[in-house]
């Protein structure tokens, strides 16, 4: 195929409207963001020494495990490593799940990457001569050890026999998701069993003494990739699920007290019907910015169906982390998934100079690195991440406040902030109350000036059909297709031409509300500006857009005034990390020629917290909000929700 000539597209078709002028504010005393914890320490270790040891069963057939027709197919086993604080115990568990992986690799030299290629250990229990096996749940013992010296039993588990690099034989457990919630428990069960009895008639160890080392009633899950779904599936099969009456026969007083996921995926059983969240409990996922294994970011999904149907007191949040991949937070996973490089103004957070492999080993691995196996960044955010949202959930940390590392109203941790740029994403269910659809966004319901509104869905569509324009321009037998797996979620877009001058948009409340008995006004904010250059590859490329991210924000109250206004960069740091809405996955042929398929790269939110007093209000009416546009520069603002939060 020649090389298309560039094509470059730009959007501007904007309504004239007027709003109020806003009341400038003239207080030098507002409290925006709490600096509290900008200078803890989250990498330090405990006070605890700590011991490990492997635990194992033997190969089994195990129904409880693998669902239906999969039993018939391999057997499992259970084993994983457990780390312990020295002292009598009781500790409380946490529990950690690694994700989907090849189980055989072989190595490439010291310290070169091993090349994991194989799944042979999966369904045999053996590798090929040459060939070791992947130990996948090694590849957290950096953050198990410093849970450890805090005071919790950690028990890391490997899920290679029967499952990993597997499929299930039915449509029912397609992803083996529900089967690796099945595997948490049975390792909980003979763990807990150890622990109450003294004994294990399945588990077997080496100077091992579970006796009383055990409070399961204080238990929290970690699950990567895949093994992240795997420990919601099973906080849910234990609690609600079909088989919940005999889990909880076979492990009295279970309690799941949080659940934290790393890049992991929405795939659900009976083929993406039944989708599970985390309600009664505290979840946090954290989302790779630069993930291209999960490069459509379904871990955010659970929050999303949370948020519409709020209904608990237990926070969960979403941590995105800008320029991590998905493969370097297991230290095990040797390759990164990205190809060294990050989509938009992402900067890696790994080594993307390191030499290449020799030939025999890059015709293999493209991505293998001479002399990278990882990345310490990502590392040390997992260590202070994990250790701050456990400590706060089933140990002191919650009075320490280490749970609002995760609350966009208090500043990070200093020590994570000179690292890399993180995003934040924050709701406190039972304490909130939505008060914005953006799904039912338009024009004829805001003031504008000289802006447009829409709909998130109905601005990418817009964006496929001034794509397909493009396309056929350079030949009638082009157009673009959004490929039908993207998932938007539902959100407004305003956006224009920007002014010095200033220019005003008013989104309105779904109704007047009052503000009395709320703290905050919290709103999920995005900026992304697309332009499309078409390439010979069919590539979306666009220079990085200048996008208005030093705004105002004011309320409007039910008379029509305008409140004081505030800066959202004293709130937030809005990035544009993406410049543009897609990256191509493929070709199909059509009819009337080829269709190029762009895949919807999600927008991943921040939450920016105002408190109401910040805009000098206490129990006025509340109708809506005003943003001011000030800097010159382009204005592309995404809202995906509004909330009013009561304090906590």
């Not at 995105?320 to 190809?339: I, K, R, Y």
């Amino acid at each position: 195929m020649g090389k298309l000539n560039s094509v470059l597209l730009s959007l501007g078709l904007f309504a004239t409207a007027c709003s109020p002028s806003p009341i400038k504010n003239s207080s030098s005393d507002v409290k925006i963001v709490d600096e509290s914890l900008s200078q803890i320490d989250l990498l330090k270790n405990g006070k605890f020494a700590v011991s490990e040891h492997e635990y194992s069963s033997p190969a089994l057939n195990d129904p409880d495990v693998l669902y239906g027709s999969s039993i018939n197919r391999v057997k499992i086993d259970l084993r994983g490593r457990i780390f312990l604080p020295a002292g009598n115990g009781p500790f409380p568990l946490i529990v950690l799940l690694h994700g989907n992986h090849a189980t055989c690799g072989f190595t490439t030299g010291s310290g070169n990457p091993r090349l994991d290629t194989s799944i042979d250990f999966s369904s045999s229990g053996r590798c090929p001569s040459g060939y070791v096996e992947v130990p996948s749940y090694r590849g957290y013992d950096d953050s198990a050890r410093q849970l450890a010296s805090w005071g919790y039993a950690v028990a890391s588990i490997n899920a290679n026999r029967g499952i990993t690099g597997l499929n299930g034989n039915d449509s029912f457990d397609s992803g083996l998701i529900y089967a690796r919630g099945n595997l948490v428990l049975r390792h909980i069960e003979e763990l807990s069993k150890w622990s109450r009895t003294g004994s294990s008639s399945v588990l077997t160890s080496d100077g091992l003494d579970l006796s009383g080392k055990l409070d399961i009633s204080k238990v929290g899950l970690m699950g990567h990739s895949r093994g992240g779904e795997g420990v919601r599936y099973a906080y849910n099969t234990y609690n609600s699920g079909t088989t919940s009456a005999k889990w909880k026969a076979r492990i009295p007083g279970l309690k799941i007290l949080g659940i934290f996921e790393i890049g992991p995926v929405d795939m659900g059983t009976n083929n993406g019907k039944n989708k599970v969240e985390a309600r009664g409990v505290a979840w946090n996922v954290v989302i790779p910015g630069c993930d291209r294994d999960v490069s459509d970011f379904s871990g955010v999904n659970p929050f999303e169906r949370m948020e519409l149907n709020a209904d608990d007191g237990y926070p969960k949040s979403v941590f995105t982390l800008w320029g991590a991949n998905h493969n370097f937070f297991n230290t095990e996973w040797q390759v990164s998934d990205a190809p060294h490089e990050c989509i938009g103004e992402q900067k890696p957070l790994w080594n993307v100079n390191a030499p290449n492999m020799p030939s025999d080993y890059s015709d293999v691995e493209a991505n293998a690195r001479a002399g990278l196996t990882g990345s310490a960044t990502q590392i040390k955010f997992e260590k202070a991440l994990m250790l701050a949202f456990f400590h706060s959930h089933l140990g002191a940390g919650k009075t320490l406040g280490w749970d609002h590392i995760f609350d966009p109203q208090y500043r990070m941790p200093s020590q994570l902030t000179s690292l890399a740029s993180a995003s934040r994403e924050y709701l406190v269910p039972a304490d909130s109350k939505s008060v914005f659809d953006p799904s039912q966004i338009s024009a004829a319901d805001s003031v504008l000036q000289d802006l447009t509104v829409k709909t998130l869905k109905t601005h990418v569509n817009d964006q496929i059909k001034l794509m397909t324009e493009g396309l056929e321009e350079y030949s009638a037998s082009y157009n673009a297709t959004l490929y039908p797996g993207s998932f938007i979620r539902a959100a407004a877009v305003i956006e224009g031409e920007g002014s010095t001058a200033g220019k005003t948009a008013y989104i309105p409340f779904d109704s007047t509300q009052s503000s009395s008995g709320y703290w905050t006004l919290d709103m999920a904010l995005a900026t992304r500006k697309g332009c499309y250059t078409v390439t010979s590859i069919f590539n979306v490329e666009c220079p990085l857009a200048n996008i208005d991210d030093s705004f105002e924000v004011a309320l409007v109250l039910a008379d029509g005034s305008v409140t004081r206004s505030v800066d959202i960069q004293d709130y937030v740091k809005l990035d544009n990390w993406y410049d543009n809405y897609f990256q191509v996955v493929g070709t199909q042929p059509s009819s009337s020629g080829t269709k190029i398929l762009f895949q919807y790269v999600p927008i991943l939110y921040q939450t920016a917290r105002f408190e109401l007093s910040d805009f000098a209000v206490s129990s006025q009416q509340i109708k809506g909000v005003q943003f001011t546009f000030k800097s010159g520069a382009d204005i592309s603002l995404i809202l995906e929700s509004m909330r009013l939060t009561k304090a906590n």
